[in-house]
């Protein structure tokens, strides 16, 4: 039973954020100092993510098996490999030193 | 329909995106059926609030033991930067107030990050591609997970928790590649994201991170232009001067 109440709960939050912007401004434009700011989002947030998902364990961060997949997809990313190499080779890396 | 096919087009960054979400998917419905979550309600899940990394954290929280609040909780946080990003989105997504709510709900990191544009705005039928080809394998893959996951083993042990900073790695490398405002960015983000994980409750790195890079970046940027016109007037003689008789 509480399995659906979390259901219920973080998806009507997580949709309450998604939409805020779509819905409550619509195409109408932010005022100037946030509309100058929209092209920085998204790579604040993706360094950001990178950050937590490779090196945050918890409230601490670590170096491990991650760390050596997200440099074997930088050396890939450095050589413009495409998409799907960078994703594979992460991963590959990642699990070979699990082994 | 031609037209509809086109824009629909899925081109092969896209298409990595939508694989590697579909693994994760798998990988959510190992976690979802060992921590006791049901099939069904681990399905619903992944329709409804299609937000990996919050799915897994507030899904591990009820099974350690965590009420149902707290648990739910622990998911939104991680969720936060969606409102930043929906409202990258925003003025870019088309249609009536039905079609833009439905819409809304593709806002997602890899999708507003493979459409988005230098100036901030988003390419609509890009972000939809990429948003809808993820929705579908995300689901896909939870629904393989929940039923199969025996089959599948550990996900860890293939390494599937690195293919996601490396992917959002790859999205954001073209950008910080070509624009030095981009790369200031990447940077503070990155930093303020470090901090965050040690100084702040868990899921809230990242949130703060965005905002905090995005404050700083603002007010730099804000003061810039002001210095530069200030100092730009005197070499610029305003043309209503030199318009003599």
């Known amino acids: 039973m509480s399995g659906w109440v979390l259901v219920a709960i973080v998806a009507a939050a997580t949709y309450g954020l998604r939409a805020a912007g779509p819905l409550g401004i619509g195409t109408a434009g932010l005022p100037g ?49 495409p998409t799907l190499l960078v994703v594979v080779v992460a991963a590959a890396v990642t699990a070979l030193a699990r082994l | 329909m031609e037209a509809t096919v086109r824009r629909l087009s899925i081109d092969r960054t896209v298409a990595a995106i939508a694989l590697a979400v579909g693994a994760f998917g798998a990988s959510f419905g190992v976690l979802a059926d060992a921590a006791g979550l049901g099939t069904a309600q681990a399905i619903v899940m992944s329709v409804v609030v299609f937000a990996g990394s919050a799915q897994f954290a507030a899904v591990a929280a009820l099974d350690g033991g965590a009420s149902t609040v707290s648990a739910a909780l622990s998911g939104i946080a991680l969720n936060l930067r969606y409102l930043p990003m929906g409202l990258v989105a925003a003025r870019s997504l088309r249609g009536g107030r039905l079609r833009r709510a439905a819409k809304a709900h593709l806002v997602t990191d890899e999708a507003v990050a493979v459409a988005s544009r230098p100036d901030g705005s988003v390419d609509e039928p890009r972000f939809l591609a990429t948003g809808l080809s993820m929705w579908v394998l995300w689901i896909a893959g939870t629904a393989l997970g929940a039923l199969g996951g025996s089959l599948i083993g550990d996900p860890e042990s293939l390494g599937l928790d690195a293919a996601f900073p490396a992917l959002f790695l790859a999205l954001v490398a073209p950008r910080v590649r070509e624009e030095r405002g981009a790369r200031r960015a990447a940077l503070a983000g990155a930093a303020l994201a470090a901090a965050g994980t040690v100084v702040l409750p868990a899921g809230l790195a990242t949130v703060v991170a965005a905002l905090g890079a995005l404050a700083g970046l603002t007010v730099v940027e804000t003061t810039r232009a002001g210095s530069e016109a200030g100092r730009e007037r005197p070499r610029r003689p305003d043309p209503r001067e030199e318009a003599g008789p």
């Open chain 1, 33 to 81: 100092w946030a509309e100058r700011s929209l092209p920085y989002v998204t790579p604040a947030v993706l360094a950001g993510l990178v950050v937590t998902a490779t090196f945050a364990s918890g409230r601490d961060l670590v170096l491990d098996e991650r760390a050596l997949g997200l440099g074997a997809a930088a050396v890939a990313v450095a050589l413009r490999a």
